[in-house]
């Protein structure tokens, strides 16, 4: 499996951006697809996950102002909205496979005046 992430870039606060992550390759081994972001000087936290059924699951970390919706086995989507200096971070895309995960490359979210 190959993940593409894409759609990042820089806002400015209280806007949005929609991030992508598209799927290829041997999709049908994908169990579910999340979304991580990692900040600078921070970890890698948990954001969102999406199920080959369609059911989400949110961390804290959403804050209520992000969305995880898509298809699994094909492009998964991240909404942002009312965006932070805070949020500021790679996003990354990344899939739970029958056998073994996948990491996307990441996307650089920018939240700046």
């Known amino acids: 499996v190959q993940l593409q992430a894409s759609g990042g870039g820089l806002v400015k606060p209280g806007g949005s951006l929609r991030l992508s992550c598209a799927a290829s390759g041997n999709v049908f081994s994908i169990r579910n697809m999340n979304w991580y972001r990692q900040a600078p000087g921070n970890g890698r936290e948990l954001i969102a996950t999406?199920?080959?059924?369609?059911?989400t699951k949110y961390t804290t970390s959403a804050n209520g102002r992000f969305t995880i919706s898509g298809d699994a086995l094909n492009t998964v989507y991240l909404q942002l909205d009312s965006l932070k200096p805070e949020d500021t971070a790679v996003y990354y895309c990344?899939?739970?496979?029958?056998?073994?995960?996948?990491w996307g490359q990441g996307t650089l979210v920018t939240v700046s005046s």
């Open positions: 999406i199920s080959r059924g369609g059911n």
């Open positions: 990344y899939a739970a496979l029958v056998l073994g995960e996948q």
